[in-house]
């Protein structure tokens, strides 16, 4: 017999509106039940045991479930690289796929990560991460894509669109959260320009995209927690936004007062009951909080899974679990991703491509060649089995070529393997001890602590131990989480934006020894080059680039695949050229100024600028041309005037000489990837809405566009100097 749940689910199909089915349903929960769904409905204690001892990533989190009236709740599991619950596929991080400016391959990213978690189970993915980079220390810089509020908003609402197909996604977190160690304690202070112009488009684009839940953040923003921060979610996101999902909270501290969370607009706390629970059953009996309040929030949720069809989306065969179809795509998008940054003749001929003759020696070095490094160790961990690391990406590649490599060299035996082979690949960067979701402890949770139950609900625990057995999808025990204190790798804030000192001493004595030497830097944002770069002929971003993430490699450097990644951020000639960044702060600004436009602003000059990465081929753009109507159109030709095949990215920027308010020299509105054969010309159109442009009006919270000339620039990076210049004339402000 179907149930209440499968009665609503069928009635949403044939045409009832799934909020009047939802609040149907709600009207047929007694007060415990919807209380229930106010939380991860989960025992705590029983919870973090599993959690803390190889169940994160084991099983998804579920929230939501009412038995009597056979709703199922929501099954979460995080990402953005892929499906952290058990094996699956470990794509390339997302700041790599924000260097392919590839919205379309980032459907297709979305799409197989979306079937991948119906394989176990999941039916909400926690991957769609846009907090805007604004400092490339940031530990978890890697979950998003980039410095550029529209570039963000494209890939993160790509990503949206092609996990939708399949499952929910979490849009998180809400909002400014880019600072990884104070992350539970950090107030971020931030006037409403830079919040609406460069804090928060990129959410609201992936909003309108339809994306089904929204994370709120751990930390406060102008003096309130965010997770009962009434601006953030009442103000913002449900009236000027009109969001219609469900609002759950970030995990383990995200709650902060569960009464104001529920006034705000939270719908979930998760993922355990955890401080919400007492407080909002005390204030239900003195009259502060009333049943319909909670009935709203259980209405968002339920509206929500029933829109979707969760309990019914179709479930994918196991086998889509690592599938070559979605390995072989992780390895496209790193292909497309890895940018090459400096490529100088040696001998008269650029180093790379390599060409290399048959036994040639390749020096393999660098203390990340040969190992498994495909990113952060906390919430986007994703445990695929058999990823080809560097060293077996080019000892396959170049299988007639001899490979020196030993994994316990020193510094000194690296250096003789170097100037004893006709070229040397200098693998260095981070991993994730460096780089990474902080899991250490934080004075900021203490307070917090006292305020969890003191014991588990004994029928909660019960049911709770059931999930655990029913739904467990370990990974082998060598690829769990690998602890450095008994729980997870601590990661962090970076300490540094240089490489470590061990990385660059090597790059100088290699370099000192062999003229052809290639450095592959991976990380997950920007690294300050400047010690070094001067001595090498050739640098690649090689980034955390997944399973496949070897094989790309090879293909770059021997150019059977010809790079395309253009970088998502600047990277400057000193550290002292971005914004302040302390990762203890207790206070911090976000004004508007950060990355290639604080460059920009200051007048410091870009060692690479924000949208930069070499080709081993040339572009050259012509036939610029402009069409306003609804939109702003710009269309220009480009001509691959090289001999082999490749891609590039348009991008337009826009900026004013005289403007009424502050604003970027160059601000990117619209950007398209193009693939273009030896010697054709394709044709280029790229549309930027009116919002691009747009200014906020402080006074009344509204938008306009300024009036008058507006300069705007086609080129393959910010400040190129080869752009196109289009003039866009407005007549009159416009009111958006
Ligand atoms: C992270 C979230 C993640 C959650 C669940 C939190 O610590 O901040 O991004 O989705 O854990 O793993």
Redesign the pocket.
């Known amino acids: 017999m179907a149930t209440t749940y499968e009665l609503a689910l069928e009635k949403t199909k044939n045409g009832t509106k799934p909020e009047v089915a939802a609040a149907e349903l709600v009207a047929l929960m007694t007060l415990d039940e919807k209380i229930h769904c106010l939380d991860g409905g989960v025992p705590f204690w029983v919870g973090i045991k599993d959690i803390t001892t190889g169940g ?2 084991s099983r998804p ?1 579920r929230a939501a479930k009412v038995e009597r009236l056979g709703i199922p709740g929501f099954h ?1 599991s ?2 953005p690289r892929g499906l ?1 619950v058990g094996e699956a596929t470990a794509f390339p991080v997302s700041m790599a796929r924000g260097a392919t400016f590839d919205p379309e391959l980032e459907v297709r990213v979305g799409d197989a990560i979306g079937k991948e978690l119906r394989a176990i189970g999941a039916d909400l993915y ?2 769609i ?1 846009v907090n805007l980079l604004r400092h490339p220390a940031w530990g ?1 810089a890697q ?1 998003t894509y980039g410095e550029d509020p529209h570039h963000v908003g494209e890939m993160g609402a790509s990503l949206t669109r092609g996990a939708q197909r399949h499952v929910m996604a ?1 849009l ?2 809400f909002a400014l ?1 880019s600072m990884e160690n104070a ?1 539970f304690g950090v107030d971020v202070k931030v006037d409403e320009r830079a919040l609406h112009e460069v804090y928060l488009p990129h959410f609201k684009r992936i909003i309108d995209e339809g994306v089904a839940c929204v ?1 709120t ?2 930390n406060s923003v102008n003096g309130e927690w965010c997770s009962q921060n009434n601006i953030l979610l009442a103000d913002i996101l449900r009236h000027e936004w009109g969001f219609a999902g469900f609002v759950i909270s ?3 501290f ?1 709650v902060h007062d569960g009464v104001q969370s529920l006034h705000a607009g939270l719908d979930v706390e ?2 355990y009951r955890m401080i919400r629970n007492a407080p909002i059953v005390a204030a239900l009996s003195d009259g502060l909080v009333t049943e319909e309040l909670v009935a709203s929030a259980v209405t968002r949720t339920l509206t929500t899974m029933l829109k979707f069809g969760v309990g019914k989306l179709p479930v994918s065969d196991r086998s889509v679990l690592l599938c070559s179809e979605h390995v072989l795509l992780s390895q496209e998008v790193a292909e497309k991703s890895m940018v090459l940054l400096k490529n100088e003749s040696v001998d008269g001929a650029s180093l790379l491509p390599l060409n290399l003759k048959k036994s040639s020696k390749i020096a393999i070095v660098g203390r990340l060649a040969g190992v498994r490094n495909i990113g952060d160790g ?3 961990d994703v445990m695929a089995p058999n990823v080809v690391t560097p060293l077996q990406g080019i000892r396959e590649h170049f299988a007639n070529c001899e490979i020196v490599y030993n994994s316990q060299a020193t510094l000194e035996s690296q250096v003789q393997q170097a100037k004893q082979s006709d070229l040397a690949i200098v693998v260095v960067g981070y991993t994730r001890e460096e780089e990474g ?1 902080f ?1 250490g402890d934080s004075p900021d949770t203490v307070s917090m602590a006292a305020l969890i139950p003191r014991q588990d609900d004994p029928d909660l625990a019960r049911e709770y131990k059931n999930y655990m057995i029913e739904n467990h999808h370990y990974a082998p025990d060598e690829l769990r989480i690998k602890s450095r204190n008994g729980t997870f790798s601590i990661g962090g804030d970076r300490e540094s934006l240089r490489l470590l000192d061990a990385d660059v001493q090597l790059i100088h004595a290699v370099a000192k020894v062999q003229p052809r030497t290639i450095v592959v830097i991976v990380a997950g944002s920007a690294v300050v080059l400047s010690e070094w770069i001067n001595e090498v002929p050739a640098v690649l971003m090689g980034w955390y680039s997944g399973s496949n993430g070897g094989h790309a490699l090879a293909n770059i450097l021997s150019g059977a695949v010809n790079p395309s990644g253009h970088l998502p951020f600047v990277i400057p000639y000193d550290e002292s050229h971005l914004p302040f960044f302390d990762r203890d702060a207790k206070s911090i600004t976000y004004d508007y100024w950060h990355g290639q436009w604080k460059l920009d602003r200051d007048g410091n000059k870009p060692m690479f600028p924000f949208g930069f990465g070499w080709s081993y081929t040339n572009f050259s753009f012509s036939n610029a041309e402009i069409e306003v109507s609804e939109t702003v159109k710009f269309r220009c030709a480009v001509l691959n005037t090289g001999s082999r095949d490749g891609a590039t990215v348009v991008q337009i920027y826009a900026g004013r000489n005289n403007s009424a308010v502050e604003r970027p020299k160059r601000r990117l509105v619209a950007f398209k990837r193009v693939e273009v054969r030896a010697g054709e010309t394709v044709h280029v159109e790229c549309t930027a809405p009116f919002q691009n442009f747009a200014t906020r009006n402080i006074e009344n919270h509204s938008w306009f566009v300024e009036q008058g000339l507006w300069n705007c620039e086609i080129g393959q990076f910010s400040g190129d100097p080869e752009s196109l210049p289009v003039a866009l004339t407005i007549r009159q402000r416009i009111e958006l």
């Open positions: 994160y990533h989190f979460f995080d990402g952290v926690g991957g991460c978890r979950e979490t998180k977190h959260n992350r994370m953040a751990y970030d995990w383990i995200g998760m993922p906390g919430s986007s979701e899991i």
